[in-house]
């Protein structure tokens, strides 16, 4: 974080959220040194910017200090701070940085393409998907937002409730797909985004597997929702009638462009490591895919893969300067959207009993697996991963501290069982599903939430004031102070929708656990 204060000094400058840029937004996005006739396709990668926060400064607040829930990546450092995301106490300042950087970057780019598009045309429809996929982030971490009344200078509004929110983006997102489903036959010579896409390089029907892939995880989301079985199936459905990922060619990468990979960044400074959760798991298990994962460190008897538990107040750089970092380099590319996740998605769907959408969860939980691998490049064989019925997750050993030991609750082996009940069979999905994310840490705490599954370590140090539990961990983040200073009486009622702006209130999707 050697540049955060600066990056923050900086954002001030920009119009925040939502209601202090009502009355300016126009102002602030029309470049008076830039011709009207901007191709909107220029935008794009600032939209494509929100998938993965590639630059170091979004990649540390969205990868590290709150998607610690994830179980994937540890700050290893306190700033010399009492309130911190891992210690589920995180003061307003921080906290607002959470949606207020979402809602900024989409929208200051979004409404443009939109304006310069006319609403309509490929680019259009792609920028459409792409703030559905954004505002799914923001919706998923603090629950009630503004979505459906948001319009161009119009930014002040009402909050939605979840599911209004969800039914908005099942709308839009459909909206979309019908628009990139026609543009899959644009002429090369007319494929304007393909010199600005870095993620499909233009390819439309890339874009579009993707987009009924993000149908299919929504979905499958809302799926144990009271009243909501119905919907969920038939959205499912439709996605996966429509075509979702399906192999390793399709997993979403941002190959960067300009940018550097944030985690190399940050974890050179020194303030984050891999996390205790994940590496002890894949320890366990014999993983192959830790080699492409993790650096090894020397333990003292050897190389080892070494994490390092989250939430442990007053920790600093030089604590867990010797454990594991992620293996990756200046040019790294970065995980947006995994197809290995279709596989899982659908294998949980057979769960549910939705043999239309998918016929057979271990087939499809045996995919996700073959997929994960090929998408790593890992060559080992996968089928003697997968069958292995012996391994579990190991018993994690501080390298520092006994105190901050752990043993994993929930274990479950690798290979499917089919006589075993549907609870450890959801566990087996959604425990290789996390393995596969890395290191989609939102995308991880969700599914914790959800399901409970599989079991993220908790924070080693609970200075919650607000009602969180080592049992279920933080569930939501609070609204932005942004949004307290310029549309109070707006985000008063959404707090109200949920029973109020705490961080141990349940989302709509996220009661089970």
């Known amino acids: 974080m050697k540049k955060f204060k600066q990056y923050i000094v900086g954002a001030l400058l920009l119009p925040l959220l939502l209601g202090s840029c009502t009355s300016n937004f126009e102002e602030y996005n029309t470049d008076p040194n830039r011709p009207t006739t901007l191709d909107a396709a220029a935008l794009i990668p600032n939209l494509i910017d929100c998938l993965a926060s590639p630059e170091e400064n979004p990649c ?6 709150w998607a610690c829930f994830g179980g994937y990546v540890t700050a290893t450092n306190s700033w010399g701070r009492q309130f911190l995301y891992a210690t589920y106490n995180i003061d307003d300042e921080w906290n607002k940085w959470s949606a ?4 900024n970057t989409l929208y200051r780019n979004y409404f443009q393409i939109a304006r310069l598009t006319n609403e309509t045309g490929p680019v259009f429809s792609l920028a459409q ?6 505002m799914q982030y923001v919706v998923n971490m603090q629950g009630p937002l503004p979505y459906s009344q948001v319009k161009m200078g119009t930014f002040a509004v009402p909050y939605d409730d979840e599911q209004t929110a969800y039914m908005a983006m099942f709308e839009d997102l459909d909206k979309a797909i019908a628009g990139l489903k026609s543009a899959q036959g644009i002429l090369e010579e007319d494929n304007t985004v393909a010199p600005y896409d870095r993620v499909y390089g233009g390819d439309y029907s890339k874009w579009l597997k993707y987009a009924n892939t993000l149908k299919l995880r929504m979905a499958i989301r809302i799926a144990r929702v009271e009243g909501q079985e119905e919907f969920a199936h038939r959205k499912a459905l439709e996605a996966v009638q429509e075509g979702v990922m399906s192999s390793a060619s ?4 941002d190959k960067l462009g300009a940018w550097k990979n944030g985690f190399n960044t940050v974890q050179e400074w020194g303030e984050m490591r891999a996390n205790a959760s994940i590496v002890t798991f ?8 830790r080699e492409v994962y993790f650096k090894t460190t020397n333990n003292g008897t050897g190389a080892a893969y070494t994490g390092v538990r989250s939430g442990i107040a007053g920790i600093t750089t030089a604590d867990y300067a010797n454990a594991s970092k992620f293996k990756v380099d200046e040019k790294t590319d970065m995980l947006i959207f995994s197809a290995a996740e279709a596989a899982f998605l659908q294998a949980e769907a057979a769960l549910l009993g939705w043999t239309d959408v998918c016929p ?10 073959t997929i994960s691998f090929a998408e790593r490049g890992v060559t080992s064989n996968v089928a003697s991963y997968y069958n292995n019925s012996t391994r579990l997750p190991g018993n994690f050993t501080d390298m520092k501290n006994s105190a901050c030991n752990y043993t994993p609750k929930n274990q479950v082996s690798i290979m499917w069982n089919e006589s075993a009940s549907d609870a450890e069979k959801l566990n087996r999905v959604i425990t290789q599903k996390w393995i596969a ?4 840490g939102a995308e991880a705490w969700n599914d914790y939430r959800r399901t409970g599954y599989p079991d993220i370590f908790p924070a080693y140090d609970n200075r919650s004031t607000q009602g969180v539990t080592k049992e279920r961990g933080q569930r939501r983040l609070r609204f932005s102070l942004n949004e307290y200073e310029t549309n109070r009486a707006h985000v008063q009622a959404a707090a109200s929708m949920i029973g109020g702006d705490r961080e141990n209130i349940d989302l709509w999707w996220a009661k089970k656990n």
């Open 60 to 65: 540390q607040r969205n990868n590290t200090f």
């Open 100 to 103: 207020d950087w979402y809602f």
């Open 129 to 134: 998907m792409l703030r559905v996929n954004i």
């Open 250 to 253: 399709d997993t979403a990468w």
């Open 282 to 289: 894949m320890n366990g298990y014999e993983d192959p895919r």
């Open 360 to 369: 057979s969860a271990r087939s499809f939980y045996e995919a996700g697996i």
């Open 437 to 440: 994310n890395f290191p989609l």
